[in-house]
């Protein structure tokens, strides 16, 4: 039975830190690509950025030198390390991991930002 569960959501201050954990069970970790997504209230899903199979990592535009992704094949695990936080990051984040046509998404877990 495949899992895949976030954690590490939670209420900050502008500018602060958080960092989001993304484990997965059940599968062949190690293949699947991994994004981060992210759906604030009355706004469609956005991809946050995503980590390749192989470690190579990429962002959006709105996150760029403040979000890193990294990955441990070992743990089965990828982590949403976000600094610099902003009001406008308040959103429920999601991981999504994909390869070749299986899919699955975690259930979400909350980041509200503070002003």
């Known amino acids: 039975q495949v899992q895949v569960v976030e954690s590490g959501g939670g209420l900050v201050q502008a500018g602060g830190s958080l960092r989001l954990s993304c484990a997965a069970s059940?599968?062949?970790?190690?293949?699947?690509?991994v994004g981060w997504y992210r759906q604030a209230p009355g706004k469609q899903r956005e991809l946050v950025g995503a980590?390749?199979?192989?470690?190579?990592?990429n962002y959006g535009d709105s996150v760029k030198g403040r979000f890193t992704i990294s990955r441990d094949n070992v743990k089965n695990t990828v982590f949403l390390q976000m600094n610099s936080l902003k009001p406008e990051d308040t959103a429920v984040y999601y991981c999504?991991?994909?390869?070749?046509?299986?899919?699955?998404w975690g259930q979400g877990t909350q980041v509200t930002v503070s002003s």
């Open positions: 980590i390749l199979g192989g470690g190579i990592p």
């Open positions: 059940g599968i062949f970790f190690s293949r699947y690509d």
């Open positions: 999504h991991l994909r390869y070749i046509s299986y899919q699955y």
